[in-house]
DNA sequence: TTGATATATTCCCATCTTGGAATATGTTTT
DNA sequence: AAAACATATTCCAAGATGGGAATATATCAA
């Protein structure tokens, strides 16, 4: 009975658009806190924040080095998504005539519907 | 200041477990609500709950039939979703030495962290 | 030790969410 | 018109959230 916690899953953790920003941001970089929130225009606790939950699902991981801390992206954890959206993608990718099929299939069945 | 709001884009609206059920148990099929809620064991309600949801990101087309509602996948937008974690896909897919790479390299800053 | 720096955490609040129960709306049948 | 059926919507409660502000923690430097 409330919305599914942001750690729940990588669905969950990357359903915020920040989050998002910061994977793309620190993609094949390794970044402090504190270069990553002024790269982004953000207060240094949302960084920390974010990251945090980030971290909890494994997306970004977390090296000490010194009292900084730098954080790099591990997107392995995407891999489900990619593996779940890919259920779908014969409609779209490869096999235009499937697409195309389906809409016309739509297209006809609404057109049924308005007279 | 709150979550995002869950029609605000498909991430969003994927986010939540049981969408992403609806969704699967959708696809490739036409169903109406009844059938829909008998098929998951839900309750009506939050059969057309979740299906407005959905209806509202695009990723279920309605057709009026009588008293009855027919609901089907449009998949379409889901590729935002692809397109996104697609810019990782390199990490993971086809060119097994970056993820050895990388992991080594995740590997050796980690044993250092921990002299 | 003390101060400065880097980061994480806590507290607060407005907002949104999901699920259940009840109810409203719309359509068909009798 | 009335009853039955199919679906949507409303109202409620309990959580969970993201952001701001303040504060705690940890580490380095003098």
């Given at each position: 009975m409330a919305r599914t916690k942001t750690t729940f899953d990588i669905f969950s953790a990357i359903a915020e658009p920040k989050r998002r920003e910061l994977i793309e941001a620190l993609a094949g970089k390794a970044l402090t806190v504190n270069q990553t929130a002024e790269m982004m225009g953000w207060n240094q606790p949302m960084v920390s924040k974010h990251l945090t939950i980030l971290k909890k699902v494994g997306l970004v991981n977390e090296q000490k080095d010194g009292r900084c801390r730098v954080y790099q992206v591990?997107?392995?954890?995407?891999m489900p998504i990619q593996n779940w959206v890919a259920q779908f993608e014969q409609f779209w990718n490869g096999n235009l005539d499937n697409l195309e099929s389906y809409l016309n299939e739509i297209q006809t069945k609404e057109s049924k519907d308005e007279q």
């Open positions: 591990n997107p392995l954890p995407l």
